[in-house]
């Protein structure tokens, strides 16, 4: 379904993905956590302090800060077709009521998987609490759980009261979701979840409000996009610095996750679900995913948070400078999002 290069022969089974897979059942499993306790309160990041205040004063209540009567009626034209299907010869054949009705329906499920992958934020921040070594680092930790928790409550909320209904969660989310809770080592954590999992939220977010008038999700996603922007930031200023005396083995290990990592997120997009409920025939979307420049395009601008941050915290060198180079996002190493992000929090 996707160019496959020799970047993505050579990685590993870490997650084993299934392209199109759905994961329904509920997931238990047991986990190895480090857990740390540290008598040293004193602020050894002053960064990390402010971004803690920063963190409280920005808190807001999803009951109380958005309009839930808000009378919302998707099929009223409320979307843009994502410009990857909009000059298909298959999508221009559908009527507009069927074209909005899968557009829709395509929205709905990006969001269904925003909701899920705000789970996995919620488990894995609540993880990073006891793991990290630092008050500094606790304290904050401590703010975006609240914010994750709330994330999951808007999404799920949205999703149940203005779609026709949720989507499963892909495999390939579940996946990576799975293994960065599975981990031990708490700078794994914040390379899955805070660098790959949230900086590709944030893009998916700026793409969704581009292409979206309903004025509640627009106004639901400029919120969650302000405390994400701050996720970010908390993953770089925790890494900053980490790598630099680190062993080349070990090195070499956190740029193969963050390589693995990268591939299933640019893949995780791809879900057979809408187009089943809709009843539309898989094989020709299957091939237009394959070899639609849109679609190649997007998953590579999904990237413009990532790829710098891995510089920021001195991990694009060797292996993965090399493998990022071979999927065609090392070009985006100095790409500056922060005016552009800045441009849609402000709204
Ligand atoms: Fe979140
Ligand atoms: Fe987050």
Same mark, same amino acid.
């Given at each position: 379904m996707e160019d496959k290069g020799t970047a993505e022969e050579s990685i590993s089974t870490r997650f084993a993905p299934v392209l199109g897979g759905v994961v329904r059942e509920n997931q238990?499993?047991?986990?190895t956590e480090t857990t740390a306790f540290t008598w040293d309160?004193?602020?050894q990041s002053e960064e990390l302090r402010k971004l803690y205040e920063r963190g409280k004063s920005a808190q807001w209540n999803a009951s109380l800060d958005l309009d839930w009567s808000t009378d919302v009626?998707?099929?009223q034209d409320?979307?843009?077709?994502d410009p990857a299907i909009a000059d298909e010869p298959w999508f221009k054949k559908l009527t507009k009521r069927e074209q909005i009705h899968l557009v829709v329906e395509l929205n709905t499920q990006s969001l269904s998987q925003f909701l899920h992958g705000e789970q996995g934020a919620l488990i894995a921040t609540s993880q990073l609490v006891g793991a990290v070594p630092t008050a500094d680092a606790k304290l904050y930790a401590g703010t975006q759980v609240v914010d994750e928790a709330r994330h999951v409550e808007v999404f799920e909320r949205y999703v149940r009261e203005k779609t026709n209904g949720a989507y499963d969660i892909t495999e390939n989310l579940f996946l990576l979701l799975k293994s960065i809770v599975e981990e031990s080592r708490w700078d794994f954590k914040f390379l899955g979840m805070q660098l790959l999992v949230e900086g590709l939220a944030l893009a998916a977010f700026i793409a969704m409000m581009d292409r979206c008038r309903e004025p509640l999700l627009r106004k639901l996603l400029r919120l969650v996009l302000q405390d994400e922007a701050r996720h970010v930031a908390y993953g770089v200023l925790s890494l900053r610095s980490f790598y630099n005396d680190m062993n080349e083995k070990? $090195?070499?290990?956190r740029q193969e996750f963050v390589f693995e990592a990268t591939i299933h997120m640019r893949d995780r997009l791809f879900s057979t679900q809408a187009y089943e409920r809709l009843g539309i025939d898989l094989e020709s979307v299957k091939?237009?995913?394959? $070899?639609s420049e849109h679609v190649r395009h997007f998953r590579k601008l999904m990237f413009a948070?990532?790829?710098p941050n891995m510089k920021k915290i001195g991990l694009l060198d060797g292996f993965l400078e090399k493998k990022y180079d071979e999927i065609g996002i090392l070009h985006l190493q100095d790409f500056d999002t922060a005016g552009l992000l800045q441009s849609y929090i402000e709204g």
């Open positions: 238990s499993f047991d986990s309160y004193t602020v009626d998707l099929e409320l979307f843009d077709p070990d $090195r070499l290990e091939d237009f995913h394959s $070899r948070n990532v790829v």
